[in-house]
């Protein structure tokens, strides 16, 4: 893996290669569903369900990888993926991610062979997977630390990822969606839940990744929940979900609806990544996760990307 940290980096200018990865997105060579998962309501994933989830590491030995304090990055391009900026911002350089696993069912320290998982008496596999080297981050420009606003980055990598049905990138909100329009609607949450820092504390359940659906609520009605410090952070850039059950999905999870193509499901995209997750201070039963909107900066991603 690359030494050293990534270089930060911003860029102005939109690159007309990336319109042809839009275009491509459009053909559904993104955001893959198969309505046989999406109606299953099974809490851990098919092998090759949601595979745009990445996992961040910052080095350690090859046989003991380390990950990057629960850190999950979205692939949306072959060499690009979105994490929060707050992830990228360690204050020691050996902390900093220097690379991402893709493709990886199992949150265990194995990240060089495929995981098989046995379920109502049916095997299911997956390949090794894939780690790539980061190369650089664009963190955004307004992105103030401790603050839930513009918490929001991008992985350049050094090269493609291989794409295949165990990887697969997520799609873009589309440019025609209206902000707020999701209030009160069921949305599909995915990724790795936060395990604890002593591996003998770690059940085989807590490392596979799962999927969960909630429903995104009012700004108004979470900030009735909310403890003070989360509260003042709010703003409209804040999509709030709620739920009767808390899974503890790890920073950058990736909050997704769907297009629908001849009165059918045709692919998930980008609704938001997950920044804060707490219980809510009035209501013991409700669980409240927050996720930053992407669509605000669709924009700000394709002049970034290459």
């Keep these: 893996m690359i030494e050293g940290a990534p270089v930060f980096f911003l860029r102005c200018g939109v690159l007309t290669v990336f319109l042809t990865v839009i275009q491509g997105q459009e053909q559904q060579q993104c955001g893959k569903l198969r309505e046989t998962q999406f109606y299953n309501h099974k809490l851990f994933t098919d092998p090759d369900e949601h595979t745009w989830i990445g996992r961040l590491f910052n080095g350690g030995e090859p046989d003991k990888p380390e990950p990057v304090s629960d850190c999950l990055a979205v692939l949306i391009h072959q060499r690009y993926a979105i994490l929060t900026a707050l992830c990228t911002l360690y204050n020691y350089p050996s902390t900093l991610p220097k690379y991402i696993v ?35 981050f664009a963190v955004h420009p307004l992105y103030v630390k401790g603050k839930l606003d513009n918490d929001i980055a991008l992985a350049k990598l050094v090269r493609n990822v291989e794409l295949s049905e165990f990887v697969q990138p997520l799609c873009l909100p589309p440019a025609q969606e209206i ?20 591996r003998e504390e770690v059940t085989e359940e807590l490392e596979w990744r799962i999927k969960a659906t909630r429903h995104a609520s009012s700004l108004e009605y979470c900030t009735s929940v909310m403890e003070p410090l989360i509260k003042e952070n709010l703003s409209q850039s804040i999509l709030c979900v709620v739920g009767v059950k808390t899974n503890y999905l790890q920073p950058g999870s990736p909050l997704m609806d769907f297009e629908l193509m001849d009165g059918k499901p045709r692919n998930y995209y980008l609704v938001g990544i997950k920044t804060f997750g707490t219980l809510g201070r009035f209501r013991s039963w409700t669980f409240i996760d927050g996720y930053l909107r992407i669509l605000p900066f669709r924009n700000w991603i394709l002049r970034n990307i290459e």
């Design 102 to 136: 893709f493709g990886d069912w199992r949150a265990n320290p194995n990240t060089k062979t495929g995981d098989c998982r046995v379920a109502s008496e049916i095997t299911q596999c997956s390949p090794s997977p894939q780690a790539v080297d980061i190369e650089e």
């Design 179 to 198: 902000e707020g329009n999701y209030i009160g609607q069921r949305l599909e949450i995915a990724g790795f839940q936060y395990q604890p820092s002593n």
